[in-house]
């Protein structure tokens, strides 16, 4: 398995401002998602963090709102911009270690007001 | 578009079986999964089976997989307070993308 941490754990934000997610794995990965979890709800992927080149991103989320950076094989962040109350969710970040079995990280816990 | 849909509370007397119950639609899924989610963790990856088998035990888990109806069910043997949580289903919709049920809260009483 992977160890992965996130930070920060939890934050509380104002409207109109924005928030950088960090993602550390303490190993090379060859995938890295991001999900998000709003109060109560299941998880939806937001996108695939692409190592070298632009995150794909999935129905619903864009880039101008959500954007990601993958500088490396250890490491991703997920800002939140221009954030509004309906943005307050749990953001975790997961990755494929090549094999069948994708790992999640702690997530971050996102209030917005 | 590919759905996994669970029930949403299970509740259980300690020392009983729990079995959680999972059905989704995507025929080209390869490989199922559970996840369990404690209060304000994050996901803990607790089996997954490939979709030409049948059935997966684990300790105390034991998964079942009836491919023909689409259905996946999980049951935890001897179940603890301590297995309190939210059990999470999801569907390898490919190229590594996890689709996931809604969850099903987990209440064990003594």
């Known amino acids: 398995s992977a160890v992965i941490s996130q930070k920060p754990s939890r934050d509380i934000c104002q409207r109109g401002t924005s928030l950088t997610i960090q993602c550390q794995v303490d190993s090379q990965v060859t995938m890295m998602f991001w999900y998000r979890q709003q109060p109560g709800q299941s998880l939806t992927l937001i996108a695939t963090a692409n190592q070298g080149s632009e995150a794909t991103y999935e129905s619903g989320f864009v880039i101008d709102k959500f954007p990601i950076s993958r500088p490396n094989l250890t490491f991703s962040t997920l800002t939140v911009s221009n954030m509004s109350p309906e943005d307050s969710s749990i953001y975790l970040c997961s990755v494929g270690t090549g094999g069948n079995e994708q790992f999640f990280g702690p997530g971050t816990r996102l209030t917005v007001l | 578009g590919e759905d996994v849909e669970q029930s949403l509370f299970l509740s259980v007397r300690e020392g009983d079986s729990s079995v959680i119950n999972c059905t989704y639609t995507?025929?080209?899924?390869?490989?199922l999964y559970w996840y369990k989610q404690e209060p304000g963790a994050g996901l803990q990856l607790l089996t997954y089976?490939?979709?030409?088998?049948d059935m997966k035990q684990d300790q105390r888990l034991t998964v079942l997989l009836n491919k023909k109806d689409k259905h996946l069910s999980l049951r935890i043997a001897d179940t603890q307070t301590g297995d309190s949580a939210i059990y999470f289903c999801a569907d390898s919709g490919g190229y590594n993308k996890l689709i996931f049920g809604a969850g099903t809260r987990l209440a064990v009483h003594p």
């Open positions: 995507d025929s080209s899924s390869t490989y």
């Open positions: 089976i490939f979709s030409n088998m």
